[in-house]
Antibody, heavy 123, light 112 residues
Framework: EVQLVETGGGLIQPGGSLRLSCAAS????????MSWVRQAPGKGLEWVSV???????YYADSVKGRFTISRDNSKNTLYLQMNSLRAEDTAVYYC?????????????????WGQGTMVTVSS | QSVLTQPPSASGTPGQRVTISCSGS????????VNWYQQLPGTAPKLLIY???QRPSGVPDRFSGSKSGTSASLAISGLQSEDEADYYC?????????????FGTGTKVTVL
């Protein structure tokens, strides 16, 4: 079964750090483009970061310099290292697979999503 | 911050057709394909439409998408109670700083 499972969320004080994990099954993380998307309570979706199959990484301006996306090919797992956390980073964080390398004619849509992990930044 | 604009709400009775608009700019919808996601209450988003008008396997053909210029739309025909959810359009944006995936503001669909 193709699925993504996020872990690592929790309550963290402002200025703290947290690392989220996203374990994949049924496909290979390193062979796909993978993104993190977040959703603040009661708000819409916000793209956070992407890592390409070749290893290039990109970030939303709101997290640039504070968050780092990475992957462990041996564990088939995606990560999001979050440093200098702020109250406005409070959200459910989802990992998602981009379909452009697995679906003919696709140009980059998120076809597989995890269940999400909640990050709360508060003192 | 959302770059794509959607109406906050839409509604219809069972069996009706509902349309949701999504307005962007030349750097996102005008240059790239549009995707649509459905988010049921308390669940993760689900891909509904990709590449403007393609349905992933398992998505009913009641859902259809289209794009023209810098705007796109999602149509739900034969509205059903289980279609009550939030809907988001999205597209990659050709930012000078690198790829940026922008979501719409979201539309809550209510089945009356």
């Amino acid at each position: 079964e193709v699925q993504l499972v996020e872990t690592g969320g929790g309550l963290i004080q402002p200025g703290g750090s947290l690392r989220l994990s996203c374990a994949a099954s049924g496909f290979t993380v390193s062979s796909n483009y993978m993104s993190w998307v977040r959703q603040a309570p009661g708000k819409g979706l916000e793209w956070v970061s992407v890592i390409y199959s070749g290893g290039s990484t990109y970030y939303a301006d709101s997290v640039k310099g504070r968050f780092t996306i990475s992957r462990d090919n041996s564990k088939n797992t995606l990560y999001l290292q979050m440093n200098s956390l702020r109250a406005e980073d409070t959200a459910v964080y989802y990992c998602a697979r981009d379909n452009r390398l697995v679906v003919a004619g696709a140009a980059g849509a998120f076809d597989i999503w995890g269940q999400g992990t909640m990050v709360t930044v508060s003192s | 911050q959302s770059v794509l604009t959607q109406p906050p709400s839409a509604s219809g009775t069972p069996g009706q057709r509902v349309t949701i608009s999504c307005s962007g700019s030349s750097s996102n919808i005008g240059s790239n394909t549009v995707n649509w996601y459905q988010q049921l209450p308390g669940t993760a988003p689900k891909l509904l439409i990709y590449s403007n008008n393609q349905r992933p396997s398992g998505v009913p053909d009641r859902f259809s998408g289209s794009k023209s210029g810098t705007s796109a739309s999602l149509a739900i025909s034969g509205l059903q109670s289980e279609d009550e959810a939030d809907y988001y359009c999205a597209a990659w944006d050709d930012s000078l700083n690198g790829p940026d995936y922008v979501f719409g503001t979201g539309t809550k669909v209510t089945v009356l």
